[in-house]
C-alpha cells in the first residue's frame, strides 16, 4: 500500500522572457558553464523525492533536447500562456499515470538557485495538504501603491509619485517550486480555462476558488531572472552555493 503519493517534477519553459531583453529564451542563457535550464534541473535532482522531471518547451524549441541535465527527461510542448503550459504538462503526467492524490511539482526554469531543503520542504508540506503548498517569502521591503500625475510635468511627460505605503503585514512574495495535488490542479486549471482568466502562478488559480494553498517560507536567495541585471546575482549566489 503506498504511504506516500508520488511527486511527478515539471519545469515550465515554454516562454520567451521578453522583459529579459535577449533574443534567445532566457531559460537558455549561460552561467556559471550550465543553461539556467539544466541549473534548474539539477536542483531539482537534489531531492529525495524526484526521479525524472517533465519539461514543459515551446513547439519550435530545438535547443533544449540537445542538452544534457542531471535526471532522466520527458518532454511535451506548452501553450501561448503560463497557465496553457502547465495544463499540458498536468495532462502528460495524467497520461503517464499519475493518481488523483498525487503531488505536481511546478518549477520555473529561471530559478536555477532554489536551495535543495526549500524543494523538499515545500514537498513535504504539500503531503500534508488537501489541495498543495507554495515556496514563499515575507516581503521585506516597504512597498508603494503609485499614482500618474502629468500636470506638474513638462512636454507632456507622465510620471509615477508615491500616492500611500501599502501594509506588508501579510504581504508574502511567491516563489517556485509549487506542488498540488493532481485532481485539484486539473479541476482549477479547467476553471482558469472555461473563464479566460488571467494568472500568473498557480496558487493564484486556487485563490479564484477559495482554495487554501499553504505558504511555506523560502530563501531569498531563489530569485528569478526578470532583467538583466538578475544574472549577476543568480551566477553569485550559484558560485557560493558550491
Same mark, same amino acid.
Given at each position: 500500500?503506498?504511504?506516500?503519493?508520488?511527486?511527478?517534477?515539471?519545469?515550465?519553459? #515554454?516562454?520567451?522572457?521578453?522583459?529579459?531583453?535577449?533574443?534567445?529564451?532566457?531559460?537558455?542563457?549561460?552561467?556559471?558553464?550550465? !543553461?539556467? &535550464?539544466?541549473?534548474?534541473?539539477?536542483?531539482?535532482?537534489?531531492?529525495?523525492? +524526484?526521479?525524472?522531471?517533465?519539461?514543459?518547451? %515551446? %513547439?519550435?524549441?530545438?535547443?533544449?533536447?540537445?542538452?544534457? /541535465?542531471? =535526471?532522466?527527461?520527458?518532454?511535451? /510542448?506548452?501553450?501561448?500562456?503560463?497557465?496553457?503550459?502547465?495544463?499540458?504538462? =498536468?495532462?502528460?503526467?495524467?497520461?503517464?499515470?499519475?493518481?488523483? !492524490?498525487?503531488?505536481?511539482?511546478?518549477?520555473?526554469? #529561471?530559478?536555477?538557485?532554489?536551495?535543495?531543503?526549500?524543494?523538499?520542504?515545500?514537498?513535504?508540506?504539500?503531503?500534508?495538504?488537501?489541495?498543495?503548498?507554495? &515556496?514563499?517569502?515575507?516581503?521585506?521591503?516597504?512597498?508603494?501603491?503609485?499614482?500618474?500625475?502629468?500636470?506638474?510635468?513638462?512636454?507632456?511627460?507622465?510620471?509615477?509619485?508615491? %500616492?500611500?505605503?501599502?501594509?506588508?503585514?501579510?504581504?508574502?512574495?511567491?516563489? !517556485?517550486?509549487?506542488? /498540488?495535488?493532481?485532481?485539484?490542479?486539473?479541476?482549477?486549471?479547467?476553471?482558469?480555462?472555461?473563464?479566460d482568466l488571467s494568472? !500568473?502562478d498557480e496558487a493564484?488559480? /486556487?485563490?479564484?476558488?477559495?482554495?487554501?494553498?499553504?505558504?511555506?517560507?523560502?530563501?531569498?536567495?531563489?530569485?528569478? &531572472?526578470?532583467?538583466?541585471?538578475?544574472?549577476?546575482?543568480?551566477? %553569485? +549566489? &550559484?558560485? #557560493?552555493?558550491?
Amino acid at each position: 500500500m503506498k504511504t506516500n503519493p508520488q511527486v511527478y517534477a515539471m519545469i515550465v519553459a #515554454a516562454g520567451r522572457g521578453s522583459r529579459f531583453g535577449t533574443s534567445i529564451p532566457k531559460q537558455y542563457l549561460a552561467l556559471n558553464g550550465q !543553461t539556467l &535550464l539544466q541549473h534548474s534541473v539539477a536542483r531539482l535532482a537534489g531531492s529525495r523525492y +524526484i526521479d525524472d522531471c517533465l519539461l514543459v518547451i %515551446a %513547439a519550435d524549441d530545438k535547443t533544449a533536447q540537445k542538452l544534457d /541535465f542531471a =535526471l532522466p527527461i520527458h518532454y511535451t /510542448f506548452g501553450g501561448a500562456e503560463r497557465w496553457q503550459s502547465v495544463r499540458a504538462g =498536468l495532462e502528460a503526467i495524467i497520461d503517464a499515470g499519475a493518481n488523483d !492524490t498525487d503531488l505536481v511539482l511546478i518549477h520555473d526554469a #529561471a530559478r536555477p538557485a532554489v536551495p535543495h531543503n526549500d524543494i523538499d520542504n515545500v514537498i513535504t508540506a504539500a503531503m500534508c495538504e488537501p489541495y498543495g503548498a507554495i &515556496l514563499a517569502t515575507p516581503v521585506a521591503d516597504t512597498l508603494k501603491q503609485a499614482k500618474s500625475n502629468s500636470t506638474l510635468c513638462p512636454n507632456d511627460n507622465v510620471y509615477r509619485y508615491a %500616492a500611500r505605503t501599502i501594509d506588508r503585514t501579510n504581504i508574502w512574495q511567491a516563489q !517556485t517550486p509549487q506542488v /498540488f495535488r493532481v485532481r485539484q490542479l486539473r479541476k482549477v486549471l479547467s476553471y482558469v480555462a472555461a473563464r479566460d482568466l488571467s494568472i !500568473t502562478d498557480e496558487a493564484s488559480a /486556487f485563490e479564484h476558488l477559495n482554495l487554501p494553498i499553504r505558504l511555506v517560507s523560502g530563501s531569498r536567495q531563489n530569485i528569478k &531572472l526578470t532583467y538583466p541585471d538578475d544574472a549577476i546575482l543568480i551566477a %553569485a +549566489i &550559484l558560485e #557560493a552555493q558550491q
